[in-house]
T-cell receptor
């Protein structure tokens, strides 16, 4: 079965600092990987996704993620945090007919 | 934004009462999903549908049933609501199991 593990349920960064949210996956086949963001009182929306090809994936709002097969990781980064980045972030892995989500990481941005 | 709505958006009900939540899409996507979101658990799949009248269970399906009689509508029913079913429920749609999912705004359900 496919799964993802998000390390750290809460992450705090200062405004302007690097954002790094960690996700490791488990899959016996080449994975489809996603990062979603959820703002308060809203549904999830796609930040970026990896299918095949280029291992560095760029998403919306300046976020990017790198697929590292050797480390089974798909960490999300942003060079400089903005107050508007405060939200909950979910890593997910696509499978046959459905997607499995991680437990989420809440990002706090400190002014 | 994908055309996906959920109704009701908020509901308070009593233990033992049946409850039905509705998800409606205008995108003609084949796949529809029901999730519940609880602190510390992320999103957990309740049931999903891969076509009209084609449904399957997710990881937390006990106490829930679904129906899909039209492409655009996916109903989630709590047969006899319990306090443990207090949660935020999200519907999502997708064109394929490995494709992007588009989420509705959610339904907050409180079971007293």
């Amino acid at each position: 079965a496919q799964s993802v593990t998000q390390l750290g349920s809460h992450v705090s960064v200062s405004e302007g600092a690097l954002v790094l949210l960690r996700c490791n996956y488990s899959s016996s086949v080449p994975p489809y990987l996603f990062w979603y963001v959820q703002y308060p009182n809203q549904g999830l929306q796609l930040l970026l996704k990896y299918t095949t090809g280029a291992t560095l994936v760029k998403g919306i709002n300046g976020f990017e993620a790198e697929f590292k097969k050797s480390e089974t990781s798909f960490h999300l980064t942003k060079p400089s945090a903005h107050m508007s980045d405060a939200a909950e972030y979910f890593c997910a892995i696509g499978g046959y007919q459905k997607v499995t989500f991680g437990t989420g990481t809440k990002l706090q941005v400190i002014p | 934004d994908a055309g996906i709505t959920q109704s009701p958006r908020h509901k308070v009900t009593e233990t033992g009462t049946p409850v039905t939540l509705r998800c409606h899409q205008t995108e003609n996507h084949r796949y529809m999903y029901w999730y519940r979101q609880d602190p510390g658990h992320g999103l957990r799949l309740i049931h999903y549908s891969y076509g009209v009248k084609d449904t399957d269970k997710g990881e937390v399906s006990d106490g829930y049933s679904v129906s899909r009689s039209k492409t655009e509508d996916f109903l989630l029913t709590l047969e006899s609501a319990t306090s443990s079913q207090t949660s935020v429920y999200f519907c999502a749609i997708s064109s394929g199991g490995q494709e992007t999912q588009y989420f509705g705004p959610g339904t907050r359900l409180l079971v007293l």
